[in-house]
């Protein structure tokens, strides 16, 4: 052979490497904050990971785009006086939703907690202390933030936690979901949220509806904060808004059994 033809050959091996390489690191999942890109108004948005690798971790961050449907999530680090008119409003539209708590809110708020499981709603875990959990590494540090929400859960309801986790902040790691699934929990991130969680700002009706509208979504997995005085004084309309867009609310359980998270 000669030597030109060798050289083809070995461009063409180390293409292919560079390719096979940048494919893998294409499908790493990098250790970050939860964040988003709309490319258009009204279509689902772009995350950090795509559905399918999420999906490795029974993760999801976005429903089924063909299905007019919205996921109504809540964190609550702690409360406000915001979650029992919020709650008030998800009963008079009977509009299920989930809210994901801390240690914190759970010991202080026990008869919200037991009024959502009551009025049918999920509580998911967002850990005890609303640490950065990318960095417990360590599988049993890892395993004790969410353990010992559940214990506080157990004893407060008397019921088991349902194993949805939301990591605080958004902040993930691929080992992180990997623990998570281990523990058997399906970790729920969101495909539409805004800064809602200032509560020395509080942004404007019209603001929040200018952020939220305009980019709901099929499949919709909506982050919402409990805290949020905006958020209690808006729901109202802003589940009306979404009914007359044509729009209906289905529950975690429901995202799922509809394929995400597959």
């Known amino acids: 052979m000669r030597k030109r033809d060798l050289m083809i050959l070995g461009g063409a091996a180390a293409a292919a490497l560079i390719l096979t ?21 009204g279509s689902a948005p772009i995350g950090p990971a795509n559905a399918q690798t999420l999906a490795k971790y029974d993760a999801v961050y976005l429903g089924d785009t063909e299905d007019k449907a919205i996921c109504l999530t809540f964190d609550a680090g702690y ?31 026990a008869d919200l907690v037991r009024r959502m499981v009551a009025e049918g709603h999920i509580v998911g875990n967002h850990t005890m202390h609303h640490c950065d959990m990318s960095k417990l590494t360590d599988k049993d540090a890892f395993a004790k933030e969410l353990t010992e929400l559940e214990d506080l859960f157990r004893e407060v309801t008397g019921k088991e936690l349902p ?59 909506v ?5 949020s005085s905006t958020n209690a004084e808006i729901l109202d309309e802003l589940l009306t808004r979404w009914e007359d867009m044509g729009y209906r609310f289905i529950s975690l359980e429901e995202l799922y059994g509809n394929g995400a998270g597959k």
């Not at 409360?79 to 202080?108: M, Q, R, S, W």
């Not at 991130?189 to 979504?217: C, I, M």
């Not at 982050?223 to 805290?227: D, E, N």
Request: one cysteine or more; a neutral charge.
């Open 163 to 221: 194993k949805y986790y939301r990591p605080p902040q958004g902040i993930y790691s691929e080992e992180n979901l990997r623990m998570a699934q281990e523990l058997g929990y399906r970790t729920v991130f969101w495909s539409l949220a805004y800064v809602d969680w200032r509560n020395d700002s509080q942004p404007t009706a019209e603001y929040a509806f200018g952020k939220l509208l305009p980019r709901t979504h099929n499949g919709a997995v």
């Open 223 to 227: 982050l919402l904060h409990s805290t």
């Open 79 to 109: 409360e406000n006086g915001c979650t029992a008119k919020i709650l008030d409003t998800l009963k008079a539209h009977g509009v299920p939703g989930a809210f994901f708590l801390v240690g914190n809110y759970v010991e202080k708020n």
């Open 21 to 41: 390489i940048r494919l893998l690191l294409g499908a790493a999942l990098q250790t970050g904050s939860w964040g988003l890109s709309f490319p258009s108004e």
